[in-house]
């Protein structure tokens, strides 16, 4: 390490509580995305709790709580907003604790840059490295720019983490950080395994006669895309390439299992590109200084025209309801707001550019109730209140257990019969009713 480094690093190197003791009230302060939790400084803040009032907390998808939130059941000193909920940002959401905002991801750093002023960013990062810089570890993201637009820039150091190589901005130097801080060295929170049902390997099935060797593949979150992954790893499919939003464990089984070779691609040849990882260890321990794969900021991972450079671009996401008009809701149940549009258009716009691309809305054809019953997820008109997070005008494939159907230039009561046609049986001919009601069935004289 240079002299220069190591100089900036011992003044620069603080207690966690001077640096909480920066913020001061109605201050704006981003502490972090995904599994890098800044547990220092948030500890060090929330004891700060009868001294502030309204700052405005920023992340991006917590899994951990957060002790300035637990501290303040009453948001006073302390207001979280999320750019994606979580199990856990839904469920504060409902307390009152927790607000979303909205964004397509890939145009979350230009919103940045254009219209937020944070006074504070904390991110939790590698220790420095020789040349004086620190590295993102598994969140890429938005991090740069929220530390770079900042009034004041600090880093937590977290030994344990993974150093993930990146194509750009994937750490940070030191001369451009007003603070150090040197975190207890918590284990990065692991995502709990998730459990296929068989209407998800039933998907799983049709998504797979859909993919072709060579694709360049995105799988979003949960159990669905995990056995896709699991499936590909598998299978005899060649030669794949990896452009995605969120690295998972499913991505070193496949890559492990030699079905990841990148070599179609058109950029990043070789490499899997993320923005962010989540998932267990082992996915941790595979991604520390490995080539293999990189991380860069979500406006170039993101953005569909980036995207859709890969050849054969194959975008694998799941949703909560789709209506008979193919509008698709992936983030809230009526007003009740259950996640985030996060990079789901993006991808959906991104495949569509891609030469042979593939975009897939992927659905359980059933719902269990609260109550147990069974509902359909194809549904006549999506619930009062919901958010359309894919608008039929950029809809492109829809896959149920059922099978799967391809809208692009499809008419309304094509759509509509396209999609009663993968719903659950037991609820077509309520559909199809539904369908002549709303005058988008062809059998209707309203129609043909
Ligand atoms: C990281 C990436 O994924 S990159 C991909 C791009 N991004 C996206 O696709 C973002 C939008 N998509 C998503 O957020 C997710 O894929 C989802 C929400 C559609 C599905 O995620 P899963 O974790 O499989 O959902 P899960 O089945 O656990 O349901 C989540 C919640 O929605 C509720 N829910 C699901 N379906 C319904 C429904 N039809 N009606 C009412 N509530 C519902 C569940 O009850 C659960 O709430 P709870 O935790 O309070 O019980
Ligand atoms: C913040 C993005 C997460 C997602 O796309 O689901």
């Known amino acids: 390490?240079?002299?220069?480094?190591?100089?900036?690093?011992?003044?620069?190197?603080?207690?966690?509580?001077?640096?909480?003791?920066?913020?001061?009230?109605?201050?704006?302060?981003?502490?972090?995305?995904?599994?890098?939790?800044?547990?220092?400084?948030?500890?060090?803040?929330?004891?700060?709790?009868?001294?502030?009032?309204?700052?405005?907390?920023?992340?991006?998808?917590?899994?951990?709580?957060?002790?300035?939130?637990?501290?303040?059941?009453?948001?006073?000193?302390?207001?979280?907003?999320?750019?994606?909920?979580?199990?856990?940002?839904?469920?504060?959401?409902?307390?009152?604790?927790?607000?979303?905002?909205?964004?397509?991801?890939?145009?979350?750093?230009?919103?940045?840059?254009?219209?937020?002023?944070?006074?504070?960013?904390?991110?939790?990062?590698?220790?420095?490295?020789?040349?004086?810089?620190?590295?993102?570890?598994?969140?890429?993201?938005?991090?740069?720019?929220?530390?770079?637009?900042?009034?004041?820039?600090?880093?937590?150091?977290?030994?344990?983490?993974?150093?993930?190589?990146?194509?750009?901005?994937?750490?940070?130097?030191?001369?451009?950080?007003?603070?150090?801080?040197?975190?207890?060295?918590?284990?990065?929170?692991?995502?709990?395994?998730?459990?296929?049902?068989?209407?998800?390997?039933?998907?799983?099935?049709?998504?797979?006669?859909?993919?072709?060797?060579?694709?360049?593949?995105?799988?979003?979150?949960?159990?669905?895309?995990?056995?896709?992954?699991?499936?590909?790893?598998?299978?005899?499919?060649?030669?794949?390439?990896?452009?995605t939003e969120m690295l998972a464990d499913s991505y070193v089984d496949m890559y492990e299992a030699g079905r990841i070779t990148g070599k179609h691609k058109s950029i990043d040849q070789g490499k899997m590109v993320y923005t962010f990882a989540m998932g267990s260890q082992k996915l941790y321990d595979f991604l520390d200084n490995n080539p293999a794969a990189a991380i860069y900021p979500v406006d170039y991972t993101n953005d569909p025209c980036v995207i859709g450079r890969n050849p054969k671009v194959f975008a694998i996401n799941n949703a909560i309801e789709v209506d008979l008009f193919t509008q698709v809701s992936s983030e809230s149940s009526g007003t009740r707001q259950i996640s985030g549009t996060g990079g789901q258009l993006d991808f959906i716009l991104g495949a569509f550019n891609s030469e042979g691309g593939k975009g897939l809305i992927c659905i359980s054809s059933t719902y269990k109730q609260k109550d147990g019953t069974m509902a359909s997820r194809i549904v006549p008109t999506l619930s009062p209140g919901s958010i359309v997070t894919c608008p039929r005008s950029l809809v492109h494939y829809v896959v149920t257990e059922f099978g799967y159907a391809q809208m692009k230039g499809k008419s309304t009561w094509q759509r509509a019969e396209a999609l009663i046609n993968i719903a659950h049986p037991d609820f077509r001919d309520q559909l199809i009713k539904d369908a002549e009601a709303m005058g988008i069935w062809r059998r209707s004289n309203k129609i043909v």
Not at 31 to 51: K, M, P
Not at 170 to 193: A, F, R, Y
Not at 201 to 215: F, N, P, R, S, T
């Open 1 to 243: 390490m240079g002299m220069n480094e190591q100089n900036l690093y011992q003044q620069k190197h603080v207690s966690a509580e001077v640096a909480a003791a920066v913020v001061k009230s109605g201050d704006t302060v981003f502490v972090g995305e995904f599994a890098q939790n800044v547990e220092a400084f948030d500890t060090a803040l929330a004891a700060r709790r009868s001294e502030l009032q309204e700052v405005n907390l920023i992340t991006t998808t917590r899994l951990k709580p957060l002790a300035c939130v637990e501290a303040d059941p009453t948001r006073e000193s302390f207001i979280w907003n999320d750019w994606h909920f979580s199990g856990l940002g839904r469920k504060c959401a409902e307390r009152g604790l927790a607000s979303y905002i909205p964004f397509s991801y890939h145009q979350g750093p230009k919103a940045v840059r254009l219209y937020e002023s944070p006074d504070v960013a904390v991110a939790q990062v590698t220790p420095m490295d020789a040349n004086g810089f620190f590295n993102f570890s598994t969140s890429c993201s938005m991090t740069p720019d929220y530390l770079r637009k900042a009034k004041k820039a600090i880093l937590e150091v977290n030994t344990t983490v993974p150093r993930c190589l990146g194509g750009r901005d994937e750490g940070i130097h030191i001369s451009e950080i007003d603070m150090v801080i040197e975190g207890p060295n918590t284990p990065l929170v692991q995502l709990p395994e998730t459990q296929a049902s068989e209407a998800d390997m039933g998907i799983a099935k049709h998504v797979m006669q859909l993919l072709e060797d060579g694709a360049t593949i995105q799988l979003g979150i949960g159990a669905l895309p995990n056995i896709v992954g699991s499936m590909i790893a598998h299978s005899d499919l060649k030669d794949l390439g990896v452009h």
